[in-house]
């Protein structure tokens, strides 16, 4: 019979609990909560005690702010600094010419030169041993390279110029007049003699051209290709497949570049050749 005291004590507590973890025992806790914050004020407030009686809260102390690293100058900020930095001492040196400030200018100019020497011996390591970096092979400076390069471009260029008269014919503007259409007039006939192209000489004056006795006296031709008026000699390619003038160029041109012209401009895509 000694158990049912002891069962009757568990029983409370767990009655206890239960009512600790109910609504009403919640509400009791913020009453209490209450309670208290109203002691606080009538033992606090009222009596002014102050911050020796824990009535006022102490402030906290603000957190220092983490310190900010530096930002690294850029290469193009460094760079400016030098081109500055050099600018004044060379000024310097230049109005107050004294040893000191002449040899300040001077040390630190070397120092750029040095600088200057080891980019350029960087920059031609670099292109030697990258092909995509190195220029001359698309256009060779060395004089062996480059005379192949240029029987190689010959080649090319004279089996465009063969072809050339099965699209192309040339429009020759000339005037009687004009000293230079003198000296281009023979250059004309050689090159089209050569390659045996079509060309239609136009006189602008109606003059003739004992070149081109087979002359025509223009009647507008140049207006409607839109060239330059006025101006002679002037050479017009004439493609016949697409129907449209390929200006050449104006004033005396010699066989060679009147070539290169025609090659660029019928065989070469701009930006393919340079």
């Known amino acids: 019979m000694v158990r049912a005291p002891f069962l009757s004590i568990l029983a409370a507590g767990a009655m206890l609990a ?3 973890t109910s609504p009403l025992a919640a509400q009791t806790q913020t009453e209490t909560t209450e309670a208290t914050a109203q002691d606080d004020d009538l033992y606090c407030a009222k009596r002014k005690l102050g911050y020796w009686f824990y009535c006022v809260k102490p402030v906290p102390a603000p957190k220092p702010k983490p310190a900010q690293p530096e930002q ?3 290469a193009a900020q460094e760079l ?3 081109t500055g930095t050099l600018r004044e001492l060379k000024a310097r040196a230049v109005l107050y010419p004294t040893p000191e400030n002449v040899t300040a200018y001077i040390r630190f100019q070397r120092e750029q030169l040095d600088r200057a020497s080891l980019f350029s011996d960087v920059w031609q390591r670099a292109i030697w041993q990258d092909p995509a970096l190195d220029y001359t092979l698309e256009r060779p400076v060395g004089a062996l390279a480059k005379k192949q390069w240029q029987d190689a471009r010959a080649a090319d260029r004279d089996a ?12 020759y503007f000339y005037s009687q007049t004009c000293g230079a259409c003198e000296v281009m007039s023979p250059i004309v006939r050689s090159i089209a003699d050569r390659w045996r192209i079509t060309v239609r000489a136009i006189s602008t004056d109606g003059g003739p051209s004992r070149h081109f006795p087979d002359y025509k006296v223009e009647s507008g031709q140049r ?3 839109g060239l330059e008026p006025g101006i002679t000699p002037t050479l017009v390619l004439w493609d016949s497949v697409l129907k449209r003038p390929i200006p050449i160029g104006y004033g005396v041109l010699s066989a060679d570049e009147l070539q290169d012209r025609i090659y660029l401009l019928t065989a070469k895509e701009a930006g393919h050749d340079y």
């Open 223 to 225: 207006a409607r290709m």
């Open 80 to 82: 400016d600094a030098i």
């Open 160 to 171: 465009v110029m063969a072809r050339l008269s099965q699209r192309y014919g040339l429009f």
């Open 18 to 20: 239960l009512q600790a």
């Open 72 to 74: 690294a100058a850029s």
